[in-house]
């Protein structure tokens, strides 16, 4: 009884819209069976009327019932060429070189006719490939699809965007799941347990990242669509207001990048930010600016005209991006490097002066897009004339330190100034350079000035120094100086005074975690016990940090040191020669 109900159901459906376009369903054989007086020969009539009218084929159909093919499957697969037949028309007619004009019409006329049959399953699959192709789909077609779920959810993607133009939340709905997973895919890349040595979080090409399957899938949601661009602009700005991750900033520039990638000139030519973005990616390429890139930067900086500011909010997004941020304070401490050796002072540098300056609308974003004051901030004098003074003595300091180990001469390290405490504190751009002095002394191994500037940096203005990609830099700069750790006053330097200090943030935590996993071979076994009892998490602590902490523990217990080797006594016929007698 149940099988009789579900095939007259999916007959019924089958039958839907047919009856509008004037064939005869179910229903007219029914009433036709109870008007008529002979029910064989009114089957028959019907039959004939409805059938294929084709000639040829009625010799051919007894054949079939010799073969044991019964004419509802015969009619089904009739039906599935036809329909393949009529899709491959369609993709013609406009492949064809006909006007756009013509090609609209025809097609708006197959879709007239032809929408009455959507909700037939069988010919569903036509009246969407036909709607696929239309730029305009009529607003009434467009309703109807958004009213019946499962229309929607066959619709394609070219068909929806015309459904999210004006229904903005449910774009969001559609959005939202796919920004939750670029944020959840930054994760395996800033806390991989991968050999730091092939693992970086600011390794990969732009054009590489662009790639990742979240920006790819949002390009083909946006299309050429200008409007939904600037929806998921939007939906950027609101989430990089909410939660502060600069990580919505990197995927701002990706989406703009990969647009341009693939020559969506509708979009790249109306965003403000395009070519400064496209100059700025291909320095974060070549992970430095030179001045040649400088000019241009700075010009389009300077265009920015009066009743345009806005555009300010945009590209600050652009440049706090941590790859940019990355680029452009590298680049920084080379110009003051390059000052260092010419004698130089940082105020005469119009190179410097550009880099700071995109450095603080970079590290300002999230203030100018809260107050919707689209104004550039301007680097504080003190950063100028203090700071960075006292940043190049730093500098000097390294270079007289190791010519004086050279000289197996004792140097003392000179006190950091209050001043330059106070600058790291309150300005952005001071603890940013000071960062990225750390991991330049790190990268060269300086000890001396490493235990010098680190515990400086847990006290920094917005908690900078402590934002996951940053301490991820600084940790895989100090895997590579694993035999170091085997010092108790170098160990002291690093854990107690900088990683255990802000271990209470989870990030901090967790990357502290990631630098035990490759040191705990070198480092002091009291030092090693007393870093797993104060990381041992507790129940407030997150899913991640126990999956972490527990796998370090069995990389801890199940080590075993190599074991060391007597070098072999060398076996050479020289051995039994005399030596001869002196002279």
């Known amino acids: 009884m149940t099988e009789k109900k579900s095939a007259a159901t999916e007959l019924q459906a089958e039958a839907t819209g047919l009856t509008d376009l004037g064939i005869p369903g179910g ?12 029910p064989i020969r009114a089957i028959q009539e019907f039959q004939d009327e ?24 015969f009619h089904g697969s009739m039906v599935e060429r036809l329909k393949e037949r009529l899709m491959q028309q369609v993709s013609s007619l406009v492949s064809e070189k006909d006007t756009d004009a013509e090609s609209k019409a025809k097609l708006e006329a197959m879709l007239e006719k032809c929408f009455l049959t959507v909700k037939n399953p069988t010919l569903r699959p036509v ?34 965007r015309q459904i999210w133009r004006n229904n903005q939340s449910l774009f969001g709905d559609e959005v939202s799941p796919l920004l939750s997973q670029y944020i959840k895919e930054k994760d395996p890349l800033l806390f991989s347990l991968e050999p730091a040595n092939s693992n970086n979080f600011f390794t990969p090409a732009p054009k590489a990242r662009r790639q990742g399957e979240v920006v790819q899938k949002l390009m083909h949601m946006i299309g050429r669509d200008v409007k939904l661009y600037d929806m998921v602009l939007q939906f950027l700005r609101t989430l990089f207001l909410r939660t502060r991750n600069v990580h919505y900033c990197t995927l701002r520039a990706e989406l703009l990048m990969a647009l341009h990638d693939t020559e969506v000139h509708e979009i790249c030519s109306v965003d403000p930010c395009h070519k400064f973005t496209w100059c700025l990616d291909a320095c974060i390429r070549e992970r430095f600016i030179d001045a040649k890139r400088a000019r241009e930067l700075q010009g389009f900086l300077d265009g920015v005209k009066r009743g345009q500011e806005q555009v300010l909010g945009d590209l600050s997004m652009i440049l706090c991006d941590p790859y940019a941020v990355n680029t452009v304070a590298s ?101 940013i350079l000071t960062l990225y002095y750390l991991y330049n002394v790190t990268k060269h191994r300086n000890k001396d000035a490493i235990m010098h500037i680190i515990p ?13 990609p940053f301490v991820h830099l600084l940790v895989s700069l100090l895997i590579g100086m694993a035999e170091d750790f085997s010092e108790e006053h170098f160990c002291g330097a690093v854990f107690d005074n900088f990683f255990l200090v802000a271990a209470s943030r989870e ?76 002279l």
């Open 127 to 160: 009246v969407m490939h036909v709607m696929k192709h239309i730029n305009n789909i009529p607003e009434d077609y467009l309703k109807k699809l958004l009213e019946d779920p499962n229309l929607y959810k066959e619709s394609s993607t070219e068909v929806k």
């Open 456 to 468: 400086k940096m847990v006290d920094t203005h917005n908690d900078l120094s402590l934002e996951d």
């Open 50 to 73: 409805n059938s294929i009218l084709l000639p040829s084929l009625k010799p051919a159909l007894p054949l079939l019932d010799l073969h044991s093919v019964n004419r509802y499957d």
């Open 331 to 431: 680049s920084s401490l080379k110009v003051l490097q390059h000052l260092v050796a010419q004698e130089a002072l940082p105020r005469d540098s119009p190179e410097l002066s550009l880099l700071l300056r995109m450095l603080s609308l970079g590290l300002g974003a999230w203030e100018m897009i809260d107050s919707q004051v689209f104004k550039e901030p301007k680097p504080d004098n003190e950063v100028i004339t203090k700071f960075l003074p006292a940043l190049m003595g730093l500098m000097v300091e390294d270079q007289v330190r190791l010519l004086a180990k050279k000289l197996s001469d004792n140097h003392k390290n000179s006190s950091i100034p209050k001043t330059f405490t106070k600058a790291i504190r309150q300005h952005g751009i001071a603890a």
């Open 27 to 38: 229903e007219q054989l029914r009433e036709a069976l109870s008007t008529c007086t002979d």
């Open 507 to 582: 990030g901090v935590r967790r990357h502290l975690l990631r630098l035990l996993w490759f040191l705990h071979a070198k480092l002091p076994t009291t030092r090693l016990a007393k870093l797993q009892a104060q990381l041992e998490p507790t129940k407030e602590h997150s899913e991640a940090v126990h999956k972490q902490y527990s796998a370090l523990a069995d990389r801890i217990s199940s080590y075993t040191p190599s074991p060391a080797h007597d070098s072999p006594a060398l076996e050479s016929p020289l051995m039994s020669v005399p030596t001869p007698a002196p």
